[in-house]
Structures are given as structure tokens and as C-alpha cells.
């Protein structure tokens, strides 16, 4: 009697752990459905890859970057603005660096004749290159690199994204877990706090604003000193490895038969004051060595709009956004660069 | 090893599968032995000559105490035992803090001094397995138990891996007449339920909340009260199950393994007042400071005066045992004023809290606050920025502009929803007063559906970045 009590108690303890494996399974099942339905921050990847996809939208620009580019640049005003009239796109998406958007640069479709790449002065000498979110977010929603951004991006920067690519399916869909916590988060956000309206992001393909009010002055210092504490700044000059990063990026523009241009975002004017001007200096200078070593122009828009632009301490409000649109019309025209010409 | 890893699986399965091979209780000793010094030495191998030397130590002055019937030899044993054991915790704990701290005087006092430092690694569960040691050789000179003949026994009451590296510290007393009775391995529902159980605080609780925890009290200074005070409560939630989590696996684990380990933790955010907390917040330790400090020291044998340095000279040297930092000292020295404040008001006659439940209520969310506060010294390092996280905590800024929630990466709203869920799951802990009674009579069908929660959710909680257990730093 008591040995088939301890065989009952043993059989019971391999059924609970087989029906933990069981949840696990399951969830490993849907985890796809569940990260194509569920609401993120990311969401806006899917819709530009179904973008470039549509055969009748055509366009002929893009401009690529963070969140800054996505409310700072009014392709529908450029587009209005540029002789000829070319269409262009939006495809900025929060937190996208250089390194995430050449991974865009293998489905652009063959009637976009040049490439807008924002980028930080701050990418320029981290260490980060494809982020592992982002690119999960990619490939949950379809997204494959071909041979040749595979290779590229693996040259540059190693194993740091060899470890990405080489991530099996199954770790894919173990890594995309964090879709779910995101997804309440947005959720209780959406109910939580009206004055935040993040629907243009997934819509929206020119100019996905989305009308932020600006911080109080209050909370524009807190923004700022949480951005740029004075201990995070990095001295110049930055890595090789980006450098060669960027030169590739605009070769790669090159080969696809696009004219290519970085651009160096827009920056709250404080930052000076907490950086201080040396660390300016060496930032353009970099940049500008860059551009020298290469086939493409550097076009600096760090001090393009002024302080009241800014709604908190990076993102810029839509009559800023009018401010640097109508500066990359300017600087497209002056060198050139436009895709109809 | 972690608890939490594929190799801790792999090792569980191997140890499980020779102990369903090996039936007579002393191989399966050794073999408990050998496995718990494999899962120590997968940490740092050299590491494992420690605790074989705090076993030689401790067995051979128990050995050599239990044929000492002079008094004061045994009192030299015991202090050279006790020598022993706090020389290598204070060499490799304290020596950093205390060689750094001189420097730092001497910087004071003489403009360049000549100072040679060393960086001594810590290794892992130190203070646990010294604290068990000690209450033994304690325990033999105060005659409360025998020694031990078997150095097997002794040897695998040090080094049992369940509660090896972060506890439960467990007394001889306990543990070794475990020993004397067959080993039988006993899996059943509440076993497996504990080890759940410990599973789902860390990771699913624990490390969730940590992504708030960190992401404001990196800068303290730039968030208002209201988000001190949440990612506070946050910090009291994650310590809690990060800690408690770990001893659930290891009693779990140590059930399985035909083991019977002390409760370490019983609903420590009820409690009504600090000595009722420190009755319910890491119990081995409070009880072991109580038996092994406080009282040696006197404990409330003498006046008032006497009482209150007792007080807190042991919650002083609790604050130290966690750690060779100041803000442990700092924390431990706020129980210590708490503790004194409480039995002064105690002590005066016409004061005690009501039975009502208004004034239970209120003496429980008294005592929060003040464990609140004191979680802010322990959790923040850097003194400046404790100091404003206690000001904007202590003196609440009415600031709610929250701009910045709800963006950004510390997943604001997600945190604050398993928080609720944590203090519904408390709630419900309580109503049912013994939870692990209840899991275990839980009928089959409902267990298993359980489980299989427990995996699903697990699979998409899963934290991104895993931490180790908080308190394998201690």
C-alpha cells in the first residue's frame, strides 16, 4: 500500500512536469498568431515591409531613422517642395539605427533613387550594431536578409550580429516573447494616457507624427538629463568599425543604384552646454572625414532647428518637422541629390 | 549552478537517477556529498578547499569539545573555532571595505599614501555556510546538541546544495537528525508545487519587476515621489520573491531529496510591527542573530539601555552580514532604530495597538512605510542618490507629471499589473493559510491545469536578460 502511495506521488510529479512542457509547447504554437496580433511599439516594421511590397506605391525616396526621423520629416512636404515631385517614404521606426535600417536597404524597390540615413553622433562609437529586438521583430513579421546584408553586416561587426542571424527558428520565436509584455503595456497606456496617441506609427507612411504636446520645462530638464547625463559623453573620434559601416552602407546604396546621403540628426540645442562645443567639433569632424573617404555627401542637421522645436529633448513637433523638411529640400537641391533628376 | 538553468536540470536528472539506483542511506549520502560539491565547484572549483576546511574545523572542535568537560578549554575551543570562521569571513567579505575605507582616511589624513589593495573574490554562499558552521560548534559548546562521529554527516550538513549558496540557514539540530533515518527520495505534488512556486516568484515576479526597479533607481533624481514610491514597493515585491522564490526551490528541491527544511519566510509585508517582521522575513537569519548574537549578548536580561544597544549592535551586524558595503550598514542600522523605537513605546505603559481592524490596518501599513525606507538604503549603493530617492520617498512632492511613462523601455504599466498580481496572489496565500498544504491537496485535474498555466505564462514572461539570485551575493 505505502509503495503504490510513492508510485501514485512519483507518477503525479512526472504528469505536473510534463504538463508544464505542455504549457511551454503551446505556447511555443502561438507564439507567431500572438506576436502578429499583438499591439507594440514595433508594429510599424510590419507595415513597412508590406510597404515595400505594394508594387503600386513606387517611391522614390526614403528616409530611414528613429523615432526623431518618424516625427521630424514630412516626406508628403519634401515630395511637394522637390521639382519633379517624387514620392517619398517615411520608413523611421523607434529606435532604428543605421545598422537596423540596411537591413531595409535589401527590399527597397528598384524606383527609389535615393536613400536618407539618419543617424546619432552616438552610433558612431558604441559598440551596438543590429538590435536583437528589432531585427526579432523583423523576422516574426517575415523579414529574411539575403547573402549579401548577411555577409556585409557580419564582416563589419562579427559575431555580435552572426549571433543574430544564426538564431534558429524556434529561438526566434522563444526571443519574441517580449511582444507580450509590450502589449500590456501599450494596452493599459491607451487607457491610461490620452495625450499619447501612437496610431499614425502604424499607418502612416509619410509622416508619422504623432502630435506630441511639449514638456513642461520641468520635465524638459528631467528629459534631458535623462538623455545626455554629462557622464555618458564619449570622446571622438569613433569607432573604425562604423566608419566602415557607413562607407559600406552608401556603397551598397551605390551598387542598388541609389544616390545616398547621412545625415546627422537633429539635436536639442542643450546638449551643447552639457556635451560642450570640443565634443561638437570632433563629432563633425569625424563625420566629415567620413564623407571625404567616400562617394556620398554627410548632410549635418545637429543644429538645423532651434530649441522650441523640440517637444521633449529629441523629438521634434510638427512645425519643427516643417523647419527640417524644408532643410533637406534645400540641402537635396544644393547637392543634387534629387531622385527625378 | 543556477536553479533556473539547463545544466541544473541535467545535474537534477543524473543525481535523481544514481539515487534511484543506490538504495542504502549512506552511499546515497556520499552521493549527496559529491553532488553538492560538484554544484558548488561548477562556480569556481578552487573554492570547494574553503568548505572542506570550515568542515575539518568545525567537526574536529565539535569531536574535540564533546571530551572536554573543563570549562575553560572549551571556551578556547570555541573561540578558536569562532576564530577560524569569521577570519575567513572577514578576509574574504570584509577585507575590501575595511583596506578601502582605511584608504580613504589616509587620503584624508596624508596627501599620498603608499596602500597595497587586493581584489578578493567573494565566493558564493560564504556567509550562509559560516552562519551554519558556527551555530553548530555554538550549539555543542552550549550543550543543546551532540556532536557528530559521522564526518560524512557533518561534511554533507555544510555542503547540502539546496540551501548551499543562499540558504535557508539550517541548524545541526535540525538537519543532522535527518540523517540517522533512511534516505528516501519523495517527489510528490506539494514538493513540486514549492519548487513552482520558487520558480515563478523569481523569474516571472521577481526579474520582471527588476526592469522598473533599475530603470528608475539608476537616476533616482529624475522621477518624481509618486514613481520613488512605486518603483519602492516594486524593489520590497522583487527582493521578496527573488529571496523567498530561492528557498521555496531549495526546501522543494530538499523534500524531494528526503529532506524536511525550516520555513525562511511567512508573509513578512503583514507584519504589524518589526519584531513580528523580523518573525517572518528570513527567518533562519532573524532566528540565528536572536540565538547566536542578541541573546549572547545579553539580549533583554539587563536594563532598558542595555536592551537597545543589543538591539542594535545585532541588527548592525545583520546589516554587515549581507554585505562589505555601507548603505548594509546604513539599512541594518535603520531595524536597529526601528526595532529601539518600538520597544521603547512598548515599554510605556497605556501603549498597545487596538484590536480593531482599523488599528491593525494601520500598524501594518505603519510598519511598511518603515521597511519601505529602510529597502531604499539597501537597494541603492550610491549614497546621493539614496539620499534623494529617501527625500522624494520620506517627502512626497505631489508630482504627477508623467510624461515619460508609458515610453521607454522599463515597461512602466506591465511591472505595475504583476504587482497587483503578486499582492492578489498574497491575498489569497493568507486566506488559505497554509498554501503549501493546499497545493498539495489539490485534486489532479487542477493541478495539472495549473502546471500548464504555469509553462505557458513562463514561456512569454520568460525575462529577456536573467539575473541571478539577489542574495547569492551575500
Known amino acids: ?341 | 549552478m543556477l536553479f533556473y538553468t539547463f545544466e541544473f536540470l541535467i545535474f537534477s536528472i543524473v543525481l535523481l537517477s544514481i539515487m534511484g539506483i543506490v538504495h542504502r542511506s549512506e552511499p546515497r549520502k556520499l552521493l549527496l556529498l559529491f553532488s553538492s560539491y560538484i554544484f558548488y565547484m561548477w562556480w569556481n572549483p578552487a573554492f570547494i578547499l574553503l568548505i572542506i576546511f570550515s568542515t575539518a574545523v568545525n567537526y574536529s572542535v565539535g569531536i574535540k569539545m564533546s571530551g572536554e568537560d573543563n570549562a575553560k578549554s572549551r571556551k578556547l575551543l570555541l573561540i578558536a573555532a569562532l576564530s577560524a570562521n569569521l577570519g575567513l569571513l572577514f578576509f574574504f567579505k570584509y577585507f575590501g571595505l575595511f583596506s578601502d575605507s582605511l584608504l580613504g582616511l589616509m587620503r584624508i589624513l596624508c596627501s599620498n599614501p603608499s596602500w597595497v589593495t587586493l581584489n578578493i573574490t567573494l565566493p558564493v554562499g560564504i556567509s550562509f555556510y559560516t552562519f551554519q558552521t558556527m551555530s553548530y560548534t555554538i550549539d555543542v559548546y552550549r550543550k543543546k546538541i551532540s556532536p557528530t562521529n559521522a564526518p560524512i554527516d557533518f561534511a554533507l550538513f555544510v555542503a547540502f546544495f539546496p540551501q548551499l549558496v543562499a540558504g535557508p540557514i539550517v541548524r545541526a539540530a535540525t538537519f543532522l537528525p535527518q540523517l540517522n533515518k533512511p534516505i528516501k527520495i519523495f517527489c510528490d505534488q506539494q514538493a513540486i508545487f514549492l519548487i513552482l512556486r520558487g520558480f515563478a516568484k523569481k523569474v516571472l515576479i521577481a526579474d520582471n519587476i527588476a526592469i522598473l526597479v533599475d530603470g528608475v533607481f539608476l537616476v533616482p533624481g529624475d522621477w518624481p515621489s509618486i514613481i520613488i514610491w512605486i518603483a519602492t514597493i516594486g524593489f520590497a515585491i522583487q527582493i521578496y520573491c527573488d529571496f523567498s522564490g530561492y528557498s521555496d526551490i531549495a526546501i522543494g528541491i530538499a523534500k524531494i531529496l528526503g529532506f524536511k527544511f525550516p520555513q525562511n519566510f511567512n508573509h513578512p509585508y503583514i507584519a504589524r510591527n518589526p519584531s513580528d517582521y523580523w518573525k517572518r522575513w528570513h527567518i533562519s537569519l532573524s532566528s540565528w542573530l536572536r540565538d547566536y548574537l542578541y541573546i549572547s549578548l545579553g539580549g533583554n536580561r539587563g536594563g532598558d539601555f542595555q536592551t537597545y544597544r543589543n538591539l542594535m549592535l545585532t541588527m548592525l551586524l545583520g546589516g554587515l552580514w549581507h554585505g562589505a558595503s555601507w548603505n548594509f550598514l546604513l539599512w541594518g542600522f535603520l531595524h536597529g532604530a526601528i526595532l529601539i523605537i518600538h520597544r521603547w513605546f512598548s515599554n510605556r505603559k497605556g501603549y498597545s495597538v487596538g484590536p480593531g481592524l482599523l488599528a491593525q490596518v494601520l500598524s501594518i501599513l505603519m510598519m511598511q512605510y518603515c521597511v519601505l525606507v529602510t529597502w531604499i538604503a539597501f537597494r541603492i549603493t550610491h549614497f546621493p542618490d539614496m539620499l534623494i530617492a529617501m527625500r522624494k520617498f520620506i517627502l512626497f512632492d505631489f508630482d504627477f507629471q508623467i510624461t515619460n511613462i508609458g515610453v521607454g523601455s522599463i515597461s512602466f504599466f506591465t511591472s505595475i499589473l504583476i504587482m497587483i498580481f503578486f499582492v492578489l496572489l498574497q491575498i489569497f496565500s493568507i486566506r488559505v493559510s497554509n498554501i503549501d498544504e493546499y497545493l498539495g491537496r489539490v485534486s489532479r485535474g487542477p493541478a495539472l491545469a495549473v502546471c500548464s498555466l504555469l509553462g505557458f505564462i513562463a514561456f512569454f514572461f520568460w525575462p529577456l536578460s536573467q539575473a541571478p539570485f539577489i542574495y547569492f551575493q551575500f
Open chain 1, 1 to 341: 500500500m505505502r509503495k503504490n502511495r510513492q508510485q501514485f506521488n512519483g507518477m503525479a510529479c512526472l504528469w505536473m512536469v510534463v504538463a508544464v512542457i505542455a504549457g511551454v509547447c503551446l505556447a511555443l504554437s502561438v507564439s507567431t498568431w500572438v506576436f502578429k496580433k499583438a499591439p507594440n511599439d514595433l508594429l510599424r516594421t510590419n507595415v513597412l515591409l508590406e510597404a515595400l511590397e505594394d508594387e503600386e506605391l513606387n517611391p522614390q525616396f526614403v528616409v530611414m531613422g528613429s523615432s526623431v526621423v518618424m516625427s521630424g520629416v514630412d516626406t508628403r512636404r519634401i515630395t511637394s517642395k522637390l521639382p519633379g515631385k517624387p514620392l517619398g517614404l517615411n520608413l523611421a521606426t523607434t529606435g532604428q539605427n543605421p545598422a537596423d535600417s540596411y537591413l531595409y536597404y535589401q527590399n527597397l524597390p528598384k524606383s527609389v533613387g535615393l536613400i536618407l540615413q539618419f543617424t546619432t553622433p552616438r552610433f558612431a562609437i558604441g559598440k551596438n550594431a543590429i538590435e536583437l529586438q528589432k531585427y526579432n521583430a523583423m523576422y516574426m513579421y517575415g523579414y529574411r536578409p539575403n547573402d549579401n546584408t548577411e555577409s556585409t553586416l557580419i564582416n563589419i561587426f562579427g559575431e555580435r550580429v552572426e549571433n543574430i542571424f544564426s538564431m534558429s527558428n524556434l529561438e526566434q520565436r522563444f526571443q519574441s516573447r517580449w511582444v507580450v509584455r509590450q502589449a500590456a503595456d501599450n494596452i493599459v497606456r491607451n487607457l491610461v494616457r490620452d495625450d499619447l496617441n501612437f496610431n499614425s506609427y502604424t499607418f502612416d507612411l509619410y509622416f508619422p507624427n504623432n502630435g506630441a504636446n511639449r514638456l513642461s520645462a520641468l520635465e524638459m530638464q528631467r528629459s534631458l538629463s535623462r538623455r545626455y547625463i554629462a557622464e555618458h559623453r564619449h570622446d571622438y573620434p569613433a569607432t573604425e568599425e562604423k566608419a566602415l559601416f557607413f562607407k559600406n552602407a552608401g556603397n551598397q546604396a551605390s551598387k542598388l543604384g541609389k544616390k545616398f546621403a547621412l545625415i546627422i540628426n537633429p539635436i536639442h540645442p542643450e546638449v551643447h552646454r552639457i556635451y560642450g562645443d570640443d565634443w561638437y567639433r570632433l563629432v563633425r569632424k569625424y563625420f566629415n572625414l567620413i564623407e571625404e573617404s567616400s562617394d556620398f555627401y554627410v548632410i549635418d542637421a545637429s543644429d538645423a532647428i532651434g530649441e522650441e522645436y523640440f517637444v521633449d529633448a529629441l523629438h521634434i513637433s510638427k512645425s519643427g518637422a516643417e523647419v527640417l523638411s524644408d532643410f533637406l529640400v534645400k540641402e537635396i537641391m544644393r547637392l543634387n541629390l534629387n531622385p527625378t533628376n
